[in-house]
């Protein structure tokens, strides 16, 4: 079966600072990745690079079998206009750590844009569907409310339906409970640990070590622009081999 995410030596730099040192990665439909790994180690720009929102300098990237960024003509690649991007990407869902919501929207409005703008469905349908989707993330009797009056967790939910609304095969979350308050995480992650249960196909970069042993099939540690240590939750978090996994296992645990 062609994996949804399918990553082969992927290298990318900023300058002369190398960040992706060969990547190689794989995800599988309805299957959950966890990528852990220090601050700097470059997991952010990984996530990144898998919806074209950085360009890779080297290695194949492919989504759904598809080159990301790229079309090939013979053995030459030719990069996409930004038209065929956003084509590409939107069967892309990304949750970042900072919720990113239209503030001068509401919740519901929120959840509806980019189905109307993007996919010109018509409203009412759009309506219907973003209803459940408030109701899926917990959020059914905020649907009138602004940003501004959501909590942090709340407002994270509302940019996962968001994200939903699209219809995603993939979706792409960034440290999406880093920002939130202590009290406030697990009705994020609660919703997240449903949509894995529902067989969405997850990259999840977290810090939350609980939630990874719990929902991820695979956990990848990075450190360095490089994988260091790969394989299901209870191996690689539970009896780690690498002394670098060791050490930042200690300090997160
Ligand atoms: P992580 O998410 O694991 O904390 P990042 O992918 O955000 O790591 O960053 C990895 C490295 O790449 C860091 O040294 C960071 O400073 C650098 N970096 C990330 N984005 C940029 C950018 N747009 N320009 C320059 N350097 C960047
Ligand atoms: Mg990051």
């Not at 408030?134 to 942090?152: C, F, H, I, M």
């Not at 209870?234 to 296992?249: A, C, D, N, Q």
Request: charged share 30%.
């Amino acid at each position: 079966m062609t994996p949804v995410v399918s990553a082969q030596r992927i290298y990318k730099s900023f300058g002369s600072v190398h960040v992706l040192k060969g990547i190689n990665l794989e995800v599988h439909e309805r299957e959950v990745l966890c990528l852990i790994g220090p601050s700097g180690s470059g997991k952010s720009t990984l996530l990144r690079c898998i919806n074209h929102l950085e360009k890779i300098d080297a290695g194949r990237l492919y989504v759904d079998g598809v080159l990301v960024g790229y079309k090939q003509r013979g053995d030459k690649l030719h990069e996409l206009r930004e038209k065929e991007v956003a084509f590409q990407r939107k069967d892309i869902g990304m949750v970042f750590q900072r919720f990113n919501l239209f503030p001068h929207m509401t919740a519901l409005e929120n959840v509806m844009e980019a189905p109307i703008q993007v996919r010109r469905e018509p409203k009412a349908k759009v309506r219907q569907r973003a209803h459940e989707l408030l109701e899926r993330v917990g959020l059914a009797d905020k649907a009138k409310n602004y940003p501004a009056q959501l909590s942090g967790g709340q407002q994270q939910r509302v940019a996962i339906a968001r994200a939903l609304a699209m219809e995603p095969k993939l979706m792409l979350f960034d440290e999406p409970t880093s920002a939130l308050d202590p009290e406030l995480v697990g009705d994020v992650l609660g919703v997240m640990k449903q949509l894995a249960k529902d067989g969405m196909t997850m990259v999840v970069v977290t810090h939350e070590m609980q939630f990874a042993r719990e929902v991820a099939d695979k956990v990848l540690f990075m450190d360095g622009g490089v994988v260091v240590e790969e394989g299901p939750p209870e191996r690689v978090i539970g009896s780690p081999r690498e002394e670098r996994t060791k050490s930042f296992l200690a300090r997160v645990l």
